[in-house]
């Protein structure tokens, strides 16, 4: 049995759940490395910056809490000034009227933006990013890992896989019995557009839940704590059926027909965007999870954690990763 300081970790995936597996590890003593193929943390907790100052979160919006280890961690993030509640005005929209939700739950977010929240996480870590992991091979008792750029990156004891599960599925191929028990998690897509707006839209909410509409949800990121006020940006999502209806399609016509629904949606005659984008997540958010936190083979020294193992959302990737920090810590 080897100390977890003689052990090396490579953890494919800087997303919310790869890192706090990560740093729990080195916590433990593992000598612990971070691939990612972005350019930069997040994954799917992102923000689109532009070069007039507009600012998105165009994948996760803001994140509960309902477990009692990730309140402890969103008290350490509030105090580092990383998180805030977001108290914003929210509610649905059906055929353009809106009506308000009463509820208590508490909404957080990153702050400036929804990554600042994986950027304290990859603090001081060994993290590489642009690399994307290609293969993954045994090579003796360890792990060889290939990268698309084709340089060496060494051995690694344990290997831990971060990715939403058909990548992580996909990287599996050679392992059949462990990528089986991963091929139950299913996601949905979805389409996100990004509309600032030089004259803010006068409407007395900043998020709605959309019904009757393309749209699933739209919300003024201007609105977040932390976030310019200049100019007005939008964050705008396609439902799970519209978005898989429309995969493939062009960014662009994506957009156009985006931005229609979003003007019918609140009521409103179309104007001319400051700066409009769409991006595409194919995995999006996980419709069906696997019951467990994570998964870890004892023998191979592999293990997988996100969202799609026993709960979606941040903070159900937050928790899988400290699943699985501790799974693999209580083997050694
Ligand atoms: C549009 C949208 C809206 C959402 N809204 C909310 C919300 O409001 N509230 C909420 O709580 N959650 C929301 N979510 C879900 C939330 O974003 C996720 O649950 C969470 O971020 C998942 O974290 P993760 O660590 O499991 O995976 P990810 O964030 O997907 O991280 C995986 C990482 O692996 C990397 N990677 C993949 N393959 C490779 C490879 N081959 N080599 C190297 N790196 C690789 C990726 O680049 C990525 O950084 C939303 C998601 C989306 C997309």
Redesign the pocket.
């Known amino acids: 049995m080897m100390a977890p300081g003689d052990q090396t970790v490579a953890v ?9 597996c990560a740093r729990q590890l080195r916590a433990a003593g593992f000598h612990v490395r971070v ?4 350019r930069g ?6 923000v689109r910056r532009t070069k007039s100052g507009a600012s998105f979160d ?7 809490v309902r477990d009692a280890a990730m309140a402890q961690q969103v008290e350490r993030w509030l105090a580092a000034g990383v998180v805030a509640p977001w108290g914003c005005r929210i509610g649905s929209l059906n055929s353009g009227h809106w009506t308000p939700t009463k509820s208590e739950t508490i909404r957080y977010v990153g702050v400036p933006g929804m990554t600042a929240i994986t950027k304290l996480l990859a603090v001081d870590m060994d993290l590489e990013l642009q ?4 293969t993954v091979a045994r090579e003796g008792k360890g792990w060889l890992l290939s ?1 698309e750029d084709g340089k060496d990156r060494g051995v690694y004891d344990v290997l831990i ?4 599960a058909p ?2 599925a996909g ?1 599996l191929e050679a392992f059949p019995s462990f990528a089986q028990r991963i091929r139950p998690a299913k996601f949905a897509s ?1 389409w ?1 557009v990004m509309l600032a707006l030089e004259a803010p839209l006068d409407v007395p909410w900043d998020a709605a839940f959309v019904n009757d509409s393309s749209l699933s ?1 739209i919300a003024r990121n201007s609105s977040k704590p932390g976030r310019p006020a200049q100019p007005d940006c939008w964050v705008l ?1 396609a439902s799970p059926d519209w978005s898989m209806a429309h995969l493939e399609d062009s960014p662009d016509a994506v957009t156009a027909r985006l931005l229609a629904s979003f003007w019918q949606a609140v009521g409103m005659p179309p104007r001319q965007p400051a700066f409009v984008a769409a991006h595409r ?1 194919r ?4 419709e069906k999870t696997l019951e467990t936190r994570c998964l870890f083979d004892e023998e191979l020294r592999l293990g997988v ?5 026993g709960g ?7 928790l ?2 400290l699943s699985l920090a501790e799974a693999v810590r209580s083997c050694n």
Do not use: M
């Open positions: 494919v995936g800087a997303g919310i759940g790869g890192l706090s691939f990612d193929k972005g943390t997040g994954g799917r907790v992102s165009h994948g996760a919006q803001y994140f509960t690399s994307r992991v290609t990268f896989l971060n990715a939403p990548q992580s990287l979805c996100a949800w999502h997540w995995y999006a958010v996980p954690c996100g969202d799609w193992c979606p959302r941040v903070e159900g990737a937050y899988s990763g």
